[in-house]
């Protein structure tokens, strides 16, 4: 377990991760999972994320991401914009990044939804590796700060080192400093309808309890709708 002594974004947090796991085995795959999503068809995201593992034996050098079917086009979410297949590069059930897209308007979100555009769920999978190449070369000064984790001679050093470096990191964010500037080393997987929801806004949180026929008593009390946050049923 890494335990990060401030929150400073989710950059650091995943470099740390991931320098942690790379000075343990050099050859590891990861993954990371968004900790407030929810899906309603777990099986078949489970067979989405074991796939991706399996791709990246064949696509070292690639970060996958992986993404839902829309079902509306809704403007709360991030969208990816696929190219077209390469499959000599990407393998056939994997697709080249053209374009992220952050919260667009209702008439984007429209047309992303139109062109079979996917949701970006923010699971991604890949060699730990072909992170740490890609924030090397998006923030190489960023990288320089934990470096020197590969090289302490006793890993339980490792914390108080980093206590040191996060008291001068400024706040940084993954998707924003990484992934929208690093196109060329991303695929995109598709999930498929996976029931996939965000669970970050207390709205779509309660409209999930209540599509699953979850009771919570905070919301069957009454309580959200003092708090002005009442889902409609039909």
């Known amino acids: 377990m890494v335990v990060q002594p401030s929150n400073r974004g989710t950059l650091p947090a995943i470099l740390w991760t991931l320098l942690h796991v790379i000075q343990r085995d050099p050859h590891a795959s990861v993954a990371f999972f968004p900790s407030d999503h929810s899906y309603s068809n777990e099986e078949k995201f489970v067979e989405g994320v074991e796939s991706a593992f399996d791709l990246t034996e064949i696509n070292s050098r690639s970060v996958i991401l992986l993404g839902a079917t829309p079902t509306q086009p809704e403007v709360e979410y991030g969208w990816i914009e696929p190219g077209a297949a390469v499959a000599s590069r990407f393998g056939q059930h994997l ?31 890949g060699l730990a590796s072909a992170f740490v190449e ?54 995109v997987a598709r999930l498929g309808d996976v029931g996939w929801s965000d669970l970050g806004d207390p709205r779509r949180l309660i409209a999930t309890l209540t599509k699953r026929g979850i009771e919570n008593p905070w919301v069957t009390s009454g309580s959200s709708n003092r708090c002005g946050l009442a889902v409609a049923t039909s």
């Open 95 to 125: 697709m080249p990044v053209k374009r992220f897209w952050e919260k667009p308007s209702y008439q984007d979100a429209e047309g992303l939804w139109a062109q079979g555009c996917l949701w970006n769920t923010f699971v991604m999978v």
């Open 134 to 187: 890609m924030i090397q070369r998006a923030v190489p000064n960023m990288y320089r700060s934990f470096e020197p984790i590969l090289t302490l001679p006793n890993p339980e050093m490792e914390a108080e080192m980093m206590q040191s470096v996060y008291e001068k990191l400024p706040i940084a964010d993954f998707s924003r400093e990484v992934l929208s500037v690093s196109a060329e080393m991303l695929a």
